[in-house]
């Protein structure tokens, strides 16, 4: 059974920052490039980052480039968002995804990031 699985969100100032983590379980990991998403309310999903599969590419949205950075730990079998410069725009649910192809993908249940103070 694959187990997609965010934690360290939580309530944060502007200008704070989190580090997301996506722990996965039942897949081969390496084999999955890994994105985490973000959904704000009543907004659709949106992409906020990327990575390859070996960790030796990313990209970022334009609204977090510079501030956001993804990793990922293929030994650790998980994915992270360094998240800096945290605005109240971030505000949202942030889900991490495997994908593997087309049909092979997989997504966790979401952790709740605030920004606020």
């Known amino acids: 059974q694959v187990q997609l699985v965010e934690s360290g969100g939580g309530l944060v100032q502007p200008g704070g920052s989190l580090r997301l983590s996506c722990a996965t379980s039942?897949?081969?990991?390496?084999?999955?490039?890994m994105n985490w998403h973000r959904q704000a309310p009543g907004q659709g999903r949106e992409l906020v980052a990327a990575?390859?599969?070996?960790?030796?590419?990313?990209i970022h949205a334009d609204s977090v480039k510079g501030r956001f950075t993804i990793s990922r730990d293929n030994a650790a079998n998980t994915v992270y968002l360094q998240m800096n410069k945290l605005k109240p725009e971030a505000t949202a649910v942030y889900f991490c995804?495997?994908?593997?192809?087309?049909?092979?993908?997989?997504w966790g249940q979401g952790t709740q990031v605030t920004v606020s103070s």
């Open positions: 995804q495997s994908v593997g192809g087309c049909q092979d993908t997989y």
């Open positions: 039942g897949l081969t990991f390496s084999r999955y490039a």
């Open positions: 990575i390859t599969r070996a960790g030796d590419s990313s």
